[in-house]
């Protein structure tokens, strides 16, 4: 008798795909020309979630070189997004931190495009399948979870 149960990889299949689609459609729907771009978006995201850290820190977050970082940081602490302070303990680093006025906007921003997916749940999902996908929210969560762990073990 033949399995019933999906096969991991067509799941991870799905799901990526899925998961990709969806970002795309908020990025864009959302997207203002004046506004930060995805990449600067993305750093601020993680000092929005991680609070305070260093480039290099940062760039390990990003999954990219320092170096990959070095503009766009100059243009987010021009714009006003994130202010640069010392280290307190490595006169050679820099602690990036989002500003009062930068975390404003990001919020506005994440506002919007919150916004914009309820108005696309309301008209698109009855109560029910808002509850299957809150707990396929969880699911994504422990998936994410578990590859940060598993990304951190790698790690030398």
């Known amino acids: 008798m033949a399995s ?10 799905r799901l990526r795909t899925s998961v990709s689609l969806l970002s795309r459609q ?5 997207a203002t020309p004046d506004g930060p771009s995805v990449a600067k978006l993305s750093v601020l995201g993680q000092l929005h979630r991680h609070g ?3 480039p290099t820190a940062l760039a390990a977050l990003e999954r990219v070189k320092p170096q990959s970082l070095t503009r766009l940081l100059a243009e987010l602490e021009a714009e006003g997004w994130i202010a ?5 303990s490595d006169g050679r680093q820099s602690v990036l ?5 930068g975390t404003k906007r990001l919020k506005a921003i994440m506002r919007s495009r919150e916004a914009v997916l309820a108005e696309a ?3 698109t999902l009855d109560a029910g399948q808002r509850a299957v996908l809150l707990q396929a929210c969880e699911l994504i969560d422990g998936l994410a979870a578990a590859l940060d762990v598993d990304a951190a073990g790698a790690k030398p």
């Open 97 to 101: 931190s989002l500003t009062s006025e």
């Open 84 to 88: 640069r302070a010392p280290h307190a």
């Open 52 to 54: 305070p850290n260093t």
């Open 26 to 30: 908020l990025r864009s729907g959302s």
């Open 121 to 123: 749940i309301g008209a």
């Open 4 to 13: 019933t149960s999906p096969d991991p990889a067509q799941c991870a299949s």
